[in-house]
C-alpha cells in the first residue's frame, strides 16, 4: 500500500501564501503521477494541479499564474505553492497518486485532505 502524508494548510489574509507539500510512503514500484484536487463546501473535487514523473504539468484555468505545482521523484514528494490566494480557494485539498503496487496493478491513493481557508 501507499500512504500520503499532507502538510502545509492553514488559515492565510487574501493575497497571500501557501505551499502544501505531499510525500508518499510504503510499499510501491513506482509512482507515475502526483496532484492536488480540492474540495470546497457543498462542491465537487475537482483537479486543481497534477504532474508526471516526467515533469509533465496540468493545471486548472484558476490555477494558472497562480499556482506551481513541482515534484521530487527520489523523495516521491509533491509540493504546490499557492501564491495570491482569494477567499474563492477556501477548501480542503486533497494529495493524489498513481502508484504501481505489482508489475499489473495501479491505485489511485488519497490523502486524508489538508484546510486551507483564506480570508477576506
Known amino acids: 500500500q501507499v500512504t500520503l502524508v499532507e502538510s502545509g494548510g492553514g488559515l492565510v489574509q487574501a493575497g497571500g501564501s501557501l505551499r502544501l507539500s505531499c510525500a508518499a510512503s510504503?510499499?510501491?514500484?513506482?509512482?507515475?503521477?502526483m496532484g492536488w484536487y480540492r474540495q470546497a463546501p457543498g462542491k465537487q473535487r475537482d483537479l486543481v494541479a497534477t504532474?508526471?514523473?516526467?515533469?509533465?504539468?496540468n493545471y486548472a484555468d484558476s490555477a494558472k499564474g497562480r499556482f506551481t505545482i513541482s515534484r521530487d521523484n527520489a523523495k516521491n514528494s509533491v509540493t504546490l505553492q499557492m501564491n495570491s490566494l482569494k477567499p474563492e480557494d477556501t477548501a480542503v485539498y486533497y494529495c493524489?497518486?498513481?502508484?504501481?503496487?505489482?508489475?499489473?496493478?495501479?491505485?489511485?491513493?488519497w490523502g486524508q485532505g489538508t484546510q486551507v481557508t483564506v480570508s477576506s
Open positions: 493524489a497518486a498513481d502508484a504501481w503496487t505489482t508489475s499489473h496493478t495501479s491505485w489511485r491513493t
Open positions: 504532474i508526471t514523473s516526467g515533469d509533465s504539468t
Open positions: 510504503g510499499s510501491f514500484l513506482r509512482i507515475h503521477t
